[in-house]
């Protein structure tokens, strides 16, 4: 009896797994690297509320230097992914900011595909971009998100793991 509800059960699985629409997504899940599982030690998440409490604005941020130390090495870099109730998911035109401290980032583009696939937490509904600040000489860096309006939130990463 112990052997039939086995074999039914690897049967099931087998099945459920080889009938899934998107079998390339979980081959990824299965063949993650060690950029996608150390980048969510270097993730943090911000939100937004409006007077209601109810959430307008949400920035997933994950720092880029220790996971790419030879390409993001001349300042502080985040993969910053955003979404916006209302509006576009636009850091200026959505009317929200991302700060480090109180400084201004000193570059932004659109975030390349490469990342977008080596990176967690990426959605159909946000927009991604890579986010470059002045660099900051303490072991934390205090990243902020949000508008006068709305306030802001922060969060601060740690810029090295302890070992």
């Not at 949400?58 to 993969?79: I, S, W």
């Amino acid at each position: 009896m112990k052997m039939i509800m086995r074999a039914l059960c690897i049967s099931g699985a087998i099945v459920l797994l080889g009938g899934c629409s998107q079998k390339e997504e979980f081959r990824n899940l299965l063949n993650r690297d060690s950029v996608y599982t150390n980048s969510i030690v270097y993730t943090k998440k911000m939100q937004l509320k409006d007077e209601h409490n109810l959430t307008v604005a949400v920035a997933t941020a994950t720092y880029l230097n220790p996971l790419y130390p030879e390409r993001f090495n001349d300042g502080e870099y985040f993969f910053v992914g955003l979404f916006m109730q209302e509006g576009p998911n636009r850091l200026q035109e959505g009317g929200v900011e991302l700060l480090l401290g109180n400084r201004s980032a000193v570059s932004m583009e659109e975030a390349q595909e490469e990342l977008l696939k080596r990176l967690p937490l990426v959605n159909g509904w946000s927009s991604y971009y890579v986010i470059g600040f002045a660099p900051v000489e303490s072991n934390t860096v205090k990243l902020r998100f949000g508008s006068e309006s709305l306030g802001y939130e922060s969060v601060d990463i740690r810029k090295s793991r302890q070992r």
